[in-house]
């Protein structure tokens, strides 16, 4: 049985374990600029108010508005400037360049006097059983104006509280807010035919769609590369090199990724003892299912599940 486009995307999406890093507001002086270091992943930039530039290292120019998103890859300098109409760029002074991301701060300031651009600013954070290839690897930014009333501003300025102020339900809070932020942005681009991240070209190759299917409905069975080239209908060597180059990882790693996210689920959501759990999910023992976890979440999965429960009471 065949597989539509959109339940894939859904599905990948419900895998995706993506949180914010920290946010900041990013008030910018008309006639002023603020340059900021790269970042180590991709990053989110949505204009709360106002209207100026962002400026990329590589020469790349983006006007942003109220309610511009932009979702930039990891590795760039930039620069947002305040610039009001008529204003050449020779009039803009450089009055800060921060160290973005290194905590959460209420705002960077830029310059004094007449209101220019407001924008929130934070990281984004991938887990590391979510498919490596999610952000990280954007060949280039990502752009959108959300023109309805509102836009995502309320979204964004809960994001800012949030990771100003964290309690009780911070991360569960911030990951369902940023998921739906990053959906609604996916959502226009593949709209308009321009998925902009590599791993959505899987959806549309119906071999890689068929394995990736296999992975995300039946991850529990004893999938090897062999057996997933078969489903997709390529020899080997083949599909490794073309989902590797797509997915950003292994189709193996994809699977162990697919496997860890539903043992996390159930150590949350049941009772279930942990080797029942790991043969669940396809681990062929509980010492390669913990090993697994503790790699991937840095914890072991009796402490995961007694931290996580205290944290619900």
């Not at 104006?145 to 979204?155: A, T, Y």
Request: with cysteine; net charge neutral; proline share 5%.
């Amino acid at each position: 049985m065949g597989i539509h486009t959109s339940e894939l995307m859904e599905r990948f999406f419900a895998i995706m374990e993506v949180g914010a890093g920290a946010f900041t507001s990013c008030d910018v002086r008309l006639g002023h600029q603020l340059t900021f270091e790269a970042c180590s992943t991709a990053s989110l930039h949505y204009c709360l108010s106002g209207k100026g530039t962002m400026r990329l290292n590589n020469g790349l120019a983006i006007a942003m508005q109220e309610h511009s998103f932009v979702l930039l890859p990891a590795g760039i300098v930039y620069t947002i400037a305040a610039n009001g109409s008529g204003q050449s760029d020779d009039r803009l002074h450089p009055r800060l360049r921060a160290p973005l991301f290194r905590e959460s701060v209420p705002t960077i300031q830029a310059g004094e006097g007449e209101t220019g651009i407001l924008t929130a600013c934070g990281e984004i954070s991938i887990a590391a059983t979510s498919p490596s290839d999610f952000f990280t690897h954007l060949p280039s930014p990502v752009v959108e104006h959300f023109d309805e009333p509102g836009g995502l501003r309320n979204q964004f300025v809960i994001l800012l509280a949030e990771s100003l102020r964290p309690g009780i339900g911070t991360r569960a809070l911030t990951e369902a807010l940023l998921k739906q932020c990053l959906i609604l942005l996916l959502r226009r681009q593949i709209d308009r035919g321009t998925p902009p991240v590599p791993w959505m070209a899987a959806l549309t190759d119906p071999g890689l769609a068929r394995a990736l299917q296999a992975i995300l409905e039946r991850s529990r069975e004893r999938f090897t590369v062999e057996s997933l080239a078969s489903i997709a209908g390529m020899s080997r060597s083949a599909f490794a090199v073309r989902f590797a180059e797509v997915l950003g990882q292994t189709p193996m790693g994809l699977l162990k990724s697919v496997r860890l996210h539903h043992a996390r689920e159930l150590l949350v959501t049941t009772n279930k003892p942990i080797d029942q759990i790991a043969h669940s999910v396809g681990f062929a023992s509980r010492s390669n299912f913990s090993h697994a976890f503790r790699v991937a979440y840095g914890v072991d999965p009796t402490k995961f599940r007694a931290v996580s429960l205290d944290n619900r009471d």
